[in-house]
């Protein structure tokens, strides 16, 4: 009975932050249809693996891990992938605001970026971003006001890094 109850608030998580963890998908692999991809599969694993939750409070935070590694997960596998002339895509994608921010995020490594989106992207509070990550909470507080240093260097002197 625990088991079902536990898997019905993941499946409601799911159904309430579906947008945000489709943003977070997309700011890793930009492809609108990759996006959904991953948060599906993820949405999948979370209700597959939902009896594996230890604990209620943090079902958000377990789902953007998921998002997060299988995100990763893709990107890895493309980058041992031949690369191929790719077909431009004839859909559209989301249109941010300030696309010199979202070009900036290129120049942070994978840790980097995951904090920098998890904090401002998604308004999580680092309490949220140490269990996603599995860092401690120094270790993200470095991690973010680092990235933070970089991004300022990228976009107020145009900088290279």
Known sequence: ???????????????????????????????PDDAMDIVQESAYKAILHS???RNQDTIKGWLCRIVVNTALDLLRRRSREPSVD???ETGQEDHYEDTDVLRALDILD???KTVVMLRYFEDLKLSEIVQITGENLNTVKSILYRSLRKLKVKLTEGGSL
Not at 1 to 29: F, G, N, P, T
């Open 86 to 88: 790719e077909i431009p």
């Open 1 to 31: 009975m625990k088991s079902a109850m536990l898997q019905q608030k993941v499946e409601d998580e799911i159904l309430q932050s579906y947008q945000s963890l489709y943003r977070l998908a997309y700011s890793y692999v930009k492809n």
């Open 110 to 112: 994978e840790r980097e």
């Open 51 to 53: 009896d594996e939750m």
